[in-house]
């Protein structure tokens, strides 16, 4: 038997959670986000997804869109202990959950069908576990690699099982279709059918060579292997145990500083959160950029200050971004990341540190506590104004 992969996926999960505890905005359009200037979507209910409302879109065209939406700032402490709950569940299914955000995670399941049956099965007792825990549903995919699983997770949602074969993935791949497939946004779309392009068939009747004289070297790559239901390596694997990111996906291409700087702070505060809840220490702080011609960068440093809180890793990570960006080229995908983890909670020798960002880790640690409490707490300091932070 080959390798099988899931996709977890929690559905419209900041919203969910709201409306879980909050009956009164069950069935009504939620969007997380405030309708402010420097305010982006962090997500919204299906409800508010009717009217075109989508995360990391400028909350001011949200209202625009959807005027009736029900705007709230969100409790980032409480969907973090609501994710370690969920992740805590995976754990429970396989020995090998790779974490990819808050509310997303791949599980390899290969040869666990002694332990959970077969791969629907196993998908069915995983729902029902956090549904039952967390009041929460989630969408699952499967597949033999990362990449269909996550296309799968997305085509039932929400609450939804989509189980892909290996002899199925190409039609699966024509059923998704070439305007859904996961990195696929509205500028690279149109890039395609710039060429006469309109679907995953056509494209895969196309040699490589064709592809890198049409699109070049990056976005042929991705098309030749994502039509033939190939992971085309944009699910890295990560170990836990060397390293802990975060990745956001746009559904359109992003070209606005503010949005960016503020996806880049949420981010900064979930995978610093996570640290610390693992008990682990990170030496390096890395940055992913993905633009919409799949042309990737990333970029690393090792500050000599040991990396102790949220404020660093945002300021680090926002100077790493400045320093790669090419303002002129829409931004698919936008990574962060936390390496050369080690355990413990006091920095390695040789590392700086001070009083201030001492102070501001016992600060992180003490939201960590307050919120697996059930209780809510925020640093006006790193939510507010992030572009000038």
Sequence with gaps: MGSVFFHVDLDAFFASVEQRNHPEYRGKPLIIGMPERRSVVSTCSYEARKFGVHS???????????????????????????????????????????????????LDMTG?????????????????????????????????????AKLASDFHKPDGICAVSPSKEEIFIDKVGLAKLWGIGKSTLSTIQSKGIRTTQEVRSLSLRQLEGLFGDNLASYLFKAVRGIDPGICEQETKSHSISSEQTFIDDVYSEETLSAVLLQMSTE???????????????????????????????????????????????????????????????????????????APMQGELFNQTDQKRRALDKTILTLSKKGHSMKKASTLSKPDET
């Design 56 to 106: 990391a879109m400028p909350s001011l065209q949200a209202q625009r869109l959807c005027p009736d939406g029900i705007f709230i700032p969100g409790n980032y402490k409480e969907y973090q202990k609501v994710s370690r709950q969920v992740m805590d569940i995976l754990r429970r299914f396989s020995p090998s959950v790779q974490q990819v955000s808050i509310d997303e995670a791949f």
């Design 112 to 148: 666990t069908d002694l332990l959970f049956g077969p791969p629907r099965q196993a998908c069915v007792t995983l729902k029902k576990a956090v549904f039952d825990e967390t009041g929460l549903t989630v969408s699952v995919g499967v597949a033999h690699n990362r990449f269909v």
């Design 271 to 345: 995978v610093m959160l996570r640290a610390i809840d693992e008990n682990v220490m990170p030496r390096t702080i890395g940055v992913k950029i993905r633009y919409g011609s799949f042309e990737t960068t990333t970029v690393q440093a090792t500050p000599d200050d040991a990396v102790l809180n949220t404020n660093q890793v945002f300021e680090q990570a926002r100077s790493l971004f400045l320093s790669k960006w090419k303002r002129s080229e829409g931004i698919r995908l936008l990574g962060l990341g936390l390496y050369q983890v080690y355990t413990g909670d």
